[in-house]
């Protein structure tokens, strides 16, 4: 006896349990994504995603709890994925105001690499159900906008005004850009899609115009 709760064996029998775990999970999720796409939230049932992902019913309830909380997950990892690519593009040493456009060029191309994804948000955003959901993800995203351009103001380099504006026009370029691309509404290649709309953001936060007073009617969002 050693001592230890478990020896070298054990502990790689272990590792590779929880991977092979994470990668069912994986699979749910990834099944559960096409077929809300597809199918919409509301018609697709549990047996479906089990079925698609070549799993046991059993194990869905293993993972997730209800469909809802299967919903839940696929957002926040996705609102991981999509902070982790903003993070990587973002020179560490640049202004506040470059880093909001290196941010917004990701997000474009993010979007644009998981256009599924953001089909089904666009779908099923009026679903009350997963209305709260949805909220959670964007309140990331706009505090994330926030502090880059409540930082750029500091500096001087975005006129002084309610941040709010800014983060609701940040996020609506983004997200109408993006959406138009997504129905090929504007037929670019994504590289240049994604320079435009960080130029037009850029434009359009560090502009002379003035921006709405605190309390003028742009609320937090």
Wanted: hydrophobic share 40%.
């Amino acid at each position: 006896m050693t001592g230890e709760p478990f020896g070298p064996e054990q502990a790689r029998t272990e590792r590779l349990h929880t991977e092979h775990g994470l990668e069912r999970k994986q699979q749910l999720l990834r099944a559960a994504e096409q077929l809300f796409t597809h199918k919409g939230y509301g018609a697709t049932r549990i047996s479906d995603i089990c079925a698609a992902a070549g799993v046991a019913k059993g194990l869905f309830y293993w993972y997730f709890p209800t469909k809802e909380s299967l919903f839940a997950e696929l957002v926040r990892t996705m609102r991981l994925q999509l902070r982790r690519a903003q993070a990587a593009a973002m020179q560490p040493g640049a202004d506040p105001v470059a880093r909001l456009r290196q941010g917004t060029e990701a997000s474009v191309r993010f979007m644009a690499e998981h256009q599924t994804y953001f089909a089904l948000l666009h779908v099923e955003r009026t679903d009350d159900t997963l209305a709260s959901v949805m909220r959670e993800g964007s309140d990331v995203y706009a505090a994330d906008v926030r502090r880059l351009i409540v930082e750029a103001q500091q500096l001087g380099l975005v006129p002084d005004g309610d941040p709010a504006f800014c983060v609701v026009g940040v996020l609506g370029a983004v997200s109408s850009f993006g959406h138009a691309h997504r129905s090929g509404r504007l037929d670019m290649p994504i590289d240049d899609l994604a320079r435009l709309v960080g130029e037009w953001v850029t434009l359009a936060v560090a502009g002379r115009s003035p921006l709405p007073a605190t309390g003028a009617g742009a609320g937090s969002p």
